[in-house]
């Protein structure tokens, strides 16, 4: 518990707080599980002190002195902590949530699994603090100094930490679901095991991000979202394999989905898997747009071949339109049922040598009775021929 004298002393007020800690140096606070909470303490010394398990929640600290101080388990929510300096100070297990540590410097304290929710945290300094599993889930973090501190497991979701500075940050298993690195620094981070789901990273800095373990050799990229895809490339045979399969065995299938021309892809896809292929159909019965031909386009580029039904074309002359000039290497087989027309623009495309000769059928059974010796083994024929060449 804390010491009774202690405790009145800082009661009478800060001016003669602090005059008792300059006449009694040697002397160490003791205020643990003090109720301090709802105090006007700004600017009180509180170096060095025993604050464990106190509470000071919704407090006025601002530019108070926690150097060197034992913050163990702290209640300091909702204060107002802003210029406050908290150097060397131990502040385990704290919980700081709405708190405003604006320009406060936190400079190789001890914060592990203190939660910072919803704090601010704005141009303050933390490097070469050890924040292991601290938790700044929608935390203010914009302009902080987090250089060489130690993030692993930290909970980052939702944080704002544009223009932060990481360098050589470990962010070892960290958690940066949704979180703002716009214009941050993360030369030199460790991101090793990283969660990094849909976060901005307009005009940031990443440079040497090393995605092995410490114990483990080096191996850096320059680029977050991409470093959990090169491990798992480097690391994990099945991701390999996956890679392996969708260059082999993808199949995009491109139509109309009424239900008449529905039919005839259907038929195709069951064909085509039979054949040992893993057909892709895209079954969008909304009007185009713009991402939608973006999506088929990303779709095309990952495809062995593409087979399109040009019968009643509508919305595939377009998506053929953004795929054939721009995929030499990804041969397409049209298909036109016998009683129809090419579609006006078609002509177009032919120029292209990667786009075969139309593939006309009478009916369904038809075209499935002649897909594998019509229109697989063309398209095979043509994969063969520009390896070869």
């Known amino acids: 518990m804390a010491n009774k004298k202690h405790l009145g002393i800082l009661k009478k007020g800060v001016y003669i707080w602090n005059e008792w800690r300059e006449n009694h140096l040697g002397e160490i606070p003791d205020l643990t599980g003090a109720i301090l909470n709802n105090l006007s303490l700004s600017d009180v010394d509180f170096s060095n002190a025993e604050l464990f398990n106190a509470d000071l929640s919704r407090s ?33 297990g704290a919980h700081l949530g709405f708190a405003n540590l604006r320009n406060a410097n936190l400079r190789n304290a001890e914060l592990s699994f203190a939660s910072f929710y919803y704090a601010n945290l704005r141009s303050a300094d933390l490097s070469d603090a050890r924040l292991f599993g601290a938790n700044f889930k ?7 100094d987090l250089s060489n501190t130690d993030l692993r497991q930290s909970n980052l979701c939702n944080a704002n930490l544009s223009r932060a500075n990481l360098q050589n940050a470990n962010l070892q298993g960290a958690l940066l679901t949704h979180a703002n690195l716009s214009k941050a620094d993360l030369t030199d981070c460790l991101i090793y095991g990283i969660s990094a789901w849909d976060i901005k990273l307009d005009k940031a800095i990443q440079k040497n991000l090393r995605i092995t373990p410490k114990e483990k050799p080096n191996i850096t990229v320059d680029n977050l979202e991409v470093a959990q895809f090169i491990y798992l490339l480097l690391h994990n045979e099945k991701i390999r394999d996956i890679i392996d399969t969708i260059t082999s065995k993808v199949v995009l299938i491109l139509g109309r989905f009424t239900p008449k021309r529905k039919a005839i892809l259907e038929g195709i896809k069951e064909e ?3 054949s040992n292929y893993l057909p892709v159909l895209f079954d969008f019965k ?67 040598p990667w786009l075969l000769a139309v593939h006309r059928y009478r009916n369904l059974n038809d075209l499935i009775s002649t897909l594998k010796e019509k229109v697989i083994a063309p398209l095979e024929a043509k994969l063969l021929k520009a390896k070869n060449n």
């Open 60 to 92: 006025d600290l601002f530019s108070a002195d926690f150097k060197d101080a034992n913050l163990n388990h702290t209640d300091l929510s909702h204060a107002d902590l802003r210029n406050a300096r908290f150097s060397n100070a131990s502040i385990l």
């Open 138 to 144: 929608e935390t203010n973090l914009i302009s902080t």
């Open 272 to 274: 085509l898997r039979r």
């Open 286 to 352: 909304g009007p185009r747009r713009r991402d939608t031909t973006e999506t088929i386009t990303t779709l095309a580029h990952i495809a062995r071949f593409v087979i399109a039904d040009i019968t009643d074309a509508r919305s595939v002359s377009q998506e053929l339109q953004a795929i054939v000039p721009s995929l030499p290497s990804v041969p397409v087989q049209p298909l036109l049922q016998s009683s129809k027309d090419e579609y006006g623009m078609f002509e177009h495309l032919k120029r292209f």
